[in-house]
């Protein structure tokens, strides 16, 4: 018979989340609550948490960019780039995003991290896609703003996700070659790297076709209701 019990942790963090306790203190319980029913010692439970943490205490670095993109944006970090867009003549959402896109892919594939939806969506490429959208059409409604900024979250949903295999020293790919080892699956990291090429092109192809039509579709219906609008202005007078 299956021992379902040291699933528990799992039923603890969902409810935990659902009745939004402090994340940090659920996860903590769920992982001593599932450590207890597994017959694991409690000194060995407090071991391998403080060990884990510190093995991981690089991922506490997202605290400090929070505060450091703030104080960015205080100083005029959007402005100045919407300022740079704004003095393109040639500058469109989707050339933006697409350049982002492509960077974002070189970059993983370098092992290089330089982007981010708090750190580079949106104090930089939101706004500087914004402004590229402002200048074909100066009437921007909220509602197509708030299109832009989606279609700028997806640049780097699709940047980042299909593209972070490609560099055989991540996180992702090493835990992968760990699994299929453990399987007796002799599969090496250069192998794997280069079966994750293929995602990372063709997701950058569906992004193109995708920010294209996402841009005729935005620019398109608020020209047309700037349109409509001089129309009853005219009209009116």
Not at 8 to 29: E, M, Q, S
Not at 50 to 66: A, E, P, V
């Amino acid at each position: 018979m299956i021992d379902y019990w040291p699933l528990i942790g799992i039923v603890i963090i969902t409810v935990g989340l659902a009745l939004k306790l402090n994340t940090l203190l659920v996860i903590l319980v769920a992982g001593v609550a599932t450590g207890l029913v597994a017959d694991i010692a409690v000194m060995d439970i407090l071991s391998t948490l403080g060990q884990s943490f510190t093995q991981n205490r690089y991922m506490s670095l997202f605290i400090l960019i929070l505060p450091m993109i703030g104080i960015l944006e205080r100083y005029g970090l959007r402005q100045r780039a919407e300022a740079l867009i704004g003095a393109m003549k040639k500058a469109s959402v989707s050339k933006i995003l697409m350049t982002y896109l492509l960077l974002r892919k070189v970059t993983n594939g370098m092992g290089l991290s330089i982007g981010g939806h708090p750190s580079m969506i949106r104090p930089l490429i939101a706004p500087m896609a914004e402004a590229a959208a402002e200048k074909a059409s100066p009437n921007l409604s909220d509602e197509k703003r708030q299109g832009i900024r989606a279609l700028s979250a997806a640049s780097e949903n699709f940047a980042n996700f299909f593209s972070q295999l490609l560099f055989i020293g991540t996180g992702g790919i090493l835990l992968i070659k760990g699994v299929m080892t453990d399987n007796q699956l002799d599969v090496k990291l250069e192998t794997m790297a280069l079966w994750a090429l293929p995602a990372a092109i063709a997701s950058f192809v569906v992004f193109v076709i995708f920010s294209k039509i996402m841009e005729t579709r935005l620019l398109k219906a608020d020209t047309s209701s700037a349109a409509v609008t001089a129309n009853v202005q005219k009209e009116g007078q």
